[in-house]
């Protein structure tokens, strides 16, 4: 599974981005979530959706401000966030791993595919 995030940027609290990630391979993931990464800090679960039925998880702390959804026609994970905050700023990486079971949608290390990753600024 290959993956390709894009979208990040700097933007203002209250400010809204869109992240993508265009996946490609031969194996579809069960599940496909996004996590980040801030400065000095461990890679932490934001959001994951099962990839047949669209069910949704996400992190308490971006519950009701960041969507996550699938176009599965073009094999393409997005992550809308609204109302950002200075504390959301980090590195969100995309991910996949076509072993993935419920129970490990939020563990990092049960993913073996990521994306490059892209930077998410939030300015106060």
């Known amino acids: 599974v290959q993956l390709q995030a894009s979208g990040g940027g700097l933007v203002q609290a209250g400010g809204s981005l869109r992240l993508s990630c265009a996946a490609s391979?031969?194996?579809?993931?069960?599940?496909m979530g996004w996590f980040r990464q801030a400065p000095g800090k461990e890679r932490e679960f934001v959001a994951a959706?099962?990839?047949?039925?669209?069910?949704?998880y996400y992190a308490d702390s971006v519950k009701g401000r960041f969507t996550i959804s699938q176009d599965k026609s073009k094999n393409m994970l997005y992550l809308l966030m609204n109302s950002l905050r200075p504390e959301d700023t980090a590195v969100y990486y995309c991910?996949?791993?076509?072993?993935?079971?419920?129970?490990?949608?939020?563990?990092?290390?049960?993913?073996?595919?990521w994306g490059q990753g892209t930077l998410v600024t939030v300015s106060s």
């Open positions: 991910t996949a791993d076509p072993s993935i079971i419920l129970s490990n949608v939020r563990v990092s290390r049960a993913y073996n595919y």
């Open positions: 391979g031969p194996t579809v993931s069960r599940y």
């Open positions: 959706i099962r990839w047949s039925g669209g069910h949704t």
